[in-house]
């Protein structure tokens, strides 16, 4: 059984204090009465989305924020779960990882590394390179990377046409892989715009010409220049040789 968290704990206080019920309070958070219930017991773990939300709820409140981020780090998965993940050697990802040159490469791992704190503060990355094949591989890497720390992403083409009932819940899910924001559809902008204001993690890629101009539209990189820092990206064989 896993214990009863200092985050839950909080969450109560202030729920009582604003005089909510345990109903309210997990409608809050997005989850049923009996979720809750469950997190309270220590059966359960608070979900990544239901952690984004709650954020969303304080996004002033520094103690929160801390709380938020220490159950990040220490209670999404028990001590022995995290163990056995660090021994997994994530075969995928060093695969990619053999396409981008060395700095690219750190620079990924650097986002990874810091993803408890971007997914509280919903900042995402912009991923731009003048090799489309080097943009492949980034996503492919950062994909691979979340997918053996057991954080689950959508990837999804840029140009994909999204239904109308799609888009509540791209805009709504915890992270988003993009590919090729230049070639963003009018459905995928409005789930980018969608995703910016509710402060979810999104990582995109863009092509960029040999100076460095991205070909992206202005309007889309204003998006996502809100909530994304940028890292530009070289294959391995466009690294220069020792």
Known sequence: MLRTTPLM?????????????????????????????????????????????????????????RLVWSYILHDVETARERLLRERTLSEDAEGFAGKLAESSVALLRAFVADFPARVVSGTGLLIVSADASALSASLGFVEAELRARRIHAIRQAASSRIAASAVPALVACPVLLVERVEYASASMAAVLKGRAAYLKLTVATCVADGQGADAAESPILQILGRTTSRVSVDSAAAAPSA
């Open 9 to 65: 704990h909080e969450l109560e206080r202030r729920a009582r204090a604003l005089g909510l019920s345990s109903p309210e309070l997990a409608r809050r958070i997005g989850m049923e009465r009996t979720g809750l219930a469950h997190i309270r017991s220590g059966r359960d773990r608070i979900s990544l989305g239901a952690l984004h939300r709650i954020a969303l709820w304080f996004p002033n409140d520094e103690a929160i924020r």
